[in-house]
């Protein structure tokens, strides 16, 4: 069983586990054109990045960022990790 805990600063958006999984919640959406819509939460694909670690996409307000998962993984599981 997987223990999950929100991404940092992306609360209310995305969860990792202690396995390394991402996944995205539901919630709704407000598009451009005024339509709400409504998605559903899934567990998010893993790419390898150029360096050999897995990434995924984490998208915000519009603004998308390519996050190792090694590192979410640490920042919220590891006593006393630090991220610049």
């Known amino acids: 069983?997987?223990?999950w805990k929100p991404v940092t600063g992306y609360e209310g958006y995305y969860e990792v586990s202690d396995t390394g999984l991402v996944r995205s919640l539901?919630?709704?959406?407000?598009?451009?054109?005024?339509?709400v819509q409504h998605r559903y939460g899934r567990i998010k694909t893993q790419?390898?990045?150029r360096d050999g670690y897995a990434v995924v996409k984490l998208s915000?307000?519009?603004i998308d960022k390519r996050c190792p998962v090694?590192?979410?993984?640490?920042?919220?599981?590891?006593?006393?990790?630090?991220?610049?």
């Open 70 to 84: 090694h590192v979410l993984v640490a920042r919220e599981f590891v006593d006393g990790w630090f991220d610049d």
């Open 1 to 3: 069983m997987c223990n």
């Open 47 to 49: 790419t390898i990045n």
């Open 60 to 62: 915000k307000d519009g």
């Open 26 to 35: 539901d919630r709704d959406v407000l598009k451009s054109n005024g339509v």
